[in-house]
T-cell receptor, first 113, second 114 residues
Framework: SQTIHQWPATLVQPVGSPLSLECTVE??????LYWYRQAAGRGLQLLFY??????ISSEVPQNLSASRPQDRQFILSSKKLLLSDSGFYLCAWSGEANYNEQFFGPGTRLTVL | KNQVEQSPQSLIILEGKNCTLQCNYTVSPFSNLRWYKQDTGRGPVSLTIMTFSENTKSNGRYTATLDADTKQSSLHITASQLSDSASYIC?????????????FGKGTHLIIQP
């Protein structure tokens, strides 16, 4: 069966520090991968989308970047965090079956102070 | 512009009671509609996916309905349990909703009281 992992689960970082969040998927190959941010009282916002290794689409201009160094690994990064980067970050994957149903990871709670 | 509106924003009911959550969407062209359950501090988990040709779909005590003509969906929870306390997110899938094709609602926060 497929599983999706994210780490760390929680993170507290000072403004201006770098960021690296990791997401890995097991049990499937060539998945579509997504990074979302969920702010309090708001819906999920798509940040990045990847259909394959090295292929990244950015949905919104921001202080963040994403990379996909391996088929089942998706990394969210920042060189210098802003206060507005605080939020709940979710990684998700989808495949060809069942209308590209998305499966979400457990999330990372990021607090920038 | 694609939009998904959910109501109510929050809801408190007693354990054992039924409830219905509403979702109105404007996504065109429309492909399917999804309901997710999200426990606090966790990732969303899929409950149902319905295409435009499906009117109802059940998953245990959860029953989703879809009216593609009026662009409305509902999620009915029967005999609520404490573990149903969560946010319920309605998501419409259409080709105009961004790279993932999805437009997310803000969710209904449901609290089940003993």
């Amino acid at each position: 069966s497929q599983t999706i992992h994210q780490w760390p689960a929680t993170l507290v970082q000072p403004v201006g520090s770098p960021l690296s969040l990791e997401c890995t998927v097991e049990g499937t190959s060539n998945p579509n991968l997504y990074w979302y941010r969920q702010a309090a009282g708001r819906g999920l916002q798509l940040l990045f989308y990847s259909v394959g290794i090295g292929q990244i689409s950015s949905e919104v201009p921001q202080n963040l970047s994403a990379s996909r160094p391996q088929d089942r690994q998706f990394i969210l990064s920042s060189k210098k965090l802003l206060l507005s980067d605080s939020g709940f970050y979710l990684c998700a994957w989808s495949g060809e079956a069942n209308y590209n149903e998305q499966f979400f990871g457990p999330g990372t709670r990021l607090t920038v102070l | 512009k694609n939009q998904v509106e959910q109501s109510p924003q929050s809801l408190i009911i007693l354990e054992g009671k039924n409830c219905t959550l509403q979702c109105n969407y404007t996504v065109s062209p429309f492909s399917n509609l999804r309901w997710y359950k999200q426990d606090t501090g966790r990732g969303p988990v899929s409950l149902t996916i319905m295409t435009f040709s499906e009117n109802t779909k059940s998953n245990g005590r959860y029953t989703a309905t879809l009216d593609a003509d009026t662009k409305q969906s509902s999620l009915h929870i029967t005999a609520s349990q404490l573990s149903d306390s969560a946010s319920y997110i309605c998501v419409a899938h259409g080709t105009g909703g961004g790279a993932d094709g999805l437009t997310f609602g803000k969710g209904t926060h449901l609290i089940i009281q003993p």
